[in-house]
């Protein structure tokens, strides 16, 4: 019997260099959702931010579609541990959609049609590092995977890329989303093992 455990005297290490401590890998795409898939008719969607002050900047989907599109392949990591290497994605850089928001404010809650909230840090959104995207592996986003458009920020565990997404909300202050407020971690880096509020 042996009597190291691969938990033993800290984090587990994971064998390989691109999955964070904790995760394993998995070739599925598993959908989690707190509540019903919500369908969305493409004439009715929109995308807003809103900023502190009031002002609003919104798309519709025909103009979403007229934004610059990017192709993106990214690692995501699920905090129920799984985490899925090489995502193809192609959507909008946040980058875009911010171009011409004038904001003082350094936080985000990022909302999504169903009442789902999830904040993260508006430094965490800019420089090539999300995207509203509405395309997976060349297909359309599946209604079950945030179809017709989720926000994917993948340096973050993937709670914080909302499905369904139909918003950015500009804050000047930090506050919790759904799944912070019951508990998990305000930020949420993957590599820093952050699942809960104390981690
Ligand atoms: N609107 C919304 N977005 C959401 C969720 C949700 O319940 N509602 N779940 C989050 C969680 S916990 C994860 S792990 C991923 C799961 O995305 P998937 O179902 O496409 O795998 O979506 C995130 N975005
Ligand atoms: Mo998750």
Redesign the pocket.
Known sequence: MSIISPGFGGRRRSSRPDLPPGQYLTED???????PTPRIPLDRWTFTISDETGGRTSWSWDEFQALPQEDFTVDIH???KWSKLGTTWRGVSLDTLFENVESAADFTMVH?Y?G?TTNVPLEDLLDGKAWIAHTFEGEPLHP???GPARLVVPHLY??K????VNGIQMLPQDEPGF?EEAGYHLYGDPWREQRYQGD
């Open positions: 795409f598993p959908v989690l959702s707190a509540g699920c905090v129920t999504g169903g789902y079950e995977h945030g993937f709670w890329s909302a499905k369904w799944w």
